[in-house]
């Protein structure tokens, strides 16, 4: 039985082909560190999410700066590709 079986995995396993790398899509990052800042600064001014607004500014050294607005004021925040974010300030 096991003489059967080694020959058919063995083949099964050449059949698969390699996982390619992963790259995010650029979009779909800048979505998520958006997200990311939207939801931290709504946390921070103790409103819902759908009251903050996020933009998405630039990107430098993997970091991107995020601009949040709740009502008229402004939060920018910095957020790294993880969409974690790092910092927010009050320009």
Request: with cysteine; charged share 25%.
């Amino acid at each position: 039985m096991r003489a059967t079986l080694a020959p058919l995995l063995l083949i099964t396993i050449a059949a698969c082909d390699p996982v390619p790398d992963q790259v995010p899509d650029p979009a779909d990052l800048r979505s998520r560190q958006e997200a990311a800042c939207t939801a931290t600064i709504a946390a921070h001014v103790r409103r819902p999410t759908s009251e903050v607004s996020s933009r998405w500014l630039f990107e430098a050294d993997g970091v991107a700066r995020v601009e949040a607005r709740d009502s008229d004021r402004v939060h920018i925040c910095e957020v790294n590709a993880a969409g974690q974010v790092l910092r927010y300030i009050h320009p």
